[in-house]
């Protein structure tokens, strides 16, 4: 009866199957976006699906018809004016993969679920550890991002801190009275994520010490001597230091090698944020910039940014296994300690989830697909075309940089010639591309300027795409400064 619904060995339902998996294919190619955002408002979108879909069974053609619709007005992260956030175009060969986990539909938590899924993703780990330059006792788990992975990072660091410094295991007794003495340190412009795992970890954001950045938003080491001898004048506790390679606004790249002196000096967990950096290790020409990431207890690096894999596809690598034992519980239907004895695993010991997908695999086949050295070169184009726009915009008066871009984000403001209402019209340039359905660009603060950001991750982009960009951000803003001055003139 339901036999049509479901992939299985028998020929109906593999011809169904891939009946229904062209017709996709072919909506996807047909009705792909042509230019960066359809421009429709919430209230627009809103209005495009009914409730009826809740009860009523649809036709081929009423599924075809919602997912064109859904298509045309999705933001196109594979078009050379989309260059907001972190969020990149997928690789092909990503995507085949992708056909294989949902079809197959293995979940991580276990061998007898996963069997081969789990010998892929412990080799890739390891794998990994060892590009990293980590230890032979490190491991890790794949995770749905950098905030799951800087939060497990910060778990970790806080259960090391509380066993070494008061002899508690928070995992059989929770928190105990003398962990609000503990303290997290990182750069001011680090990821909202610390202060966010910070109170997700009974902790506090009040416990997350912010440190002073130089002029290309970089930790200052003395800094963080300072702040480190200051929490100890004042009998609290570090429990960790964040150090990020790669901000989300610049780009920036902490000093990671005198990062991990001071954490090591002071006996404290270093974590390195690298979820947007961390592709620098297969750079054909800027991985001596995360030198040091080796020294880490703990790091993030994301693969749905610099790698070009579909979300999620991130990791979380520790410097010994043994420091998973906080997280680690038995299920006696799952992951019975019998299994540990044989040999068999099951890789929810490591992670924070149980059902998980087999995101390892994508990864696997798309570094199959493209090789170190085609890798490299993506890598390193995005940086160059980030280094061209911000060559353009530094030559350019109707423009001030805020900073020298340090990966592939460029910062930078449009600067009306009368100096006037710079402010909104920053905002308001990039909203009117937005709405227009033009252009997909982000923005941000910095010194209390409200400013325009590029995030180059498109690969197929070129510099005469990022040009014709700037062209349009700067006709956009003399036509908001024109309206704004009719509008002064009229009163």
Not at 224 to 239: D, Y
Not at 295 to 317: E, G, M, N, R, Y
Not at 424 to 442: K, M, Y
Not at 468 to 490: F, H, P, Q, Y
Request: charged share 20%.
């Amino acid at each position: 009866m339901f036999e049509s619904e479901f992939l299985t060995s028998s020929d109906d339902s593999r011809r169904a199957y891939n009946r229904v998996l062209t017709q996709a294919a072919d909506i996807v190619t047909e009705a792909f976006p042509s230019q960066p955002y359809s421009g429709k408002k919430p209230i627009d979108l809103a209005s495009l699906f009914g409730s009826e879909f809740l009860s009523q069974q649809s036709s081929w053609e009423k599924l075809a018809e919602t997912m064109r619709m859904v298509i045309a007005n999705s933001v196109s992260v594979s078009h050379p004016r989309t260059a907001a956030h972190l969020h990149c175009p997928p690789l092909v060969s990503a995507l085949a993969a992708e056909v294989v986990i949902s079809a197959l539909n293995q979940s991580m938590d276990s061998f007898d679920q996963a069997p081969i899924a789990s010998i892929v993703e412990q080799k890739l780990i390891r794998w990994l550890c060892s590009e990293s330059g980590l230890p032979k006792t490190a491991d890790g788990t794949f995770t749905t991002g950098g905030s799951q992975s800087n939060y497990m990072g910060l778990l970790l660091a806080r259960d090391a801190a509380l066993q070494k410094h008061w002899d508690w295991s928070a995992q059989r007794a929770g928190l105990p009275p003398e962990a609000r003495r503990l303290r997290i340190l990182c750069s001011e412009v680090a990821h909202f994520t610390v202060e966010k795992s910070a109170a997700q970890l009974g902790l506090g954001t009040d416990s997350v010490v912010r440190v002073p950045v130089d002029d290309n938003f970089r930790l200052r080491p003395e800094s963080l001597q300072a702040a480190l001898e200051n929490l100890k004048t004042n009998a609290f506790v570090p429990m960790g230091v964040v150090a990020t390679a790669g901000t989300t606004d610049f780009g920036s790249v902490d000093p990671l090698a005198e990062i991990a002196a001071l954490s090591r000096h002071s006996d404290t967990w270093l974590h390195v944020d690298a979820a947007y950096g961390g592709a620098l290790l297969f750079s054909g020409k800027h991985r001596a910039k995360i030198a040091g990431i080796e020294k880490a207890d703990s790091v993030t690096i994301d693969f749905h940014k610099l790698f070009w894999q579909p979300i999620p596809c991130s990791v979380f690598l520790v410097r010994d296994a043994i420091l998973f034992d906080p997280i680690k519980f038995h299920a006696d239907y799952l992951n019975p300690e019998l299994h540990e004895e044989k040999g068999i695993p099951n890789l929810v010991t490591t992670s924070l989830q149980t059902s998980r997908r087999f995101d390892a695999f994508k990864l696997w086949l798309s570094l199959q697909s493209m090789g170190r050295k085609k890798l490299a070169g993506m890598i390193d184009h995005t940086i160059a075309l980030a280094s061209e726009a911000a060559n353009v915009i530094r030559r350019s008066a109707d423009f001030q940089l805020m900073c020298d871009p340090q990966l592939s984000t460029v910062v930078f403001r449009y600067v009306p010639s009368t100096g006037a209402h710079a402010e909104r019209v920053n905002a308001e340039i990039r909203q009117t591309l937005f709405d227009r359905g033009q252009a997909v660009i982000g923005h941000t603060r910095v010194r209390g300027h409200q400013c325009l950001k590029f995030t180059c991750m498109n690969p197929t982009a070129t510099d005469a795409d990022m040009k014709n960009l700037i062209e349009m951000i700067r006709k956009c803003g003399d036509k908001i400064v024109g309206k704004m001055a009719d509008a002064t003139t009229s009163k």
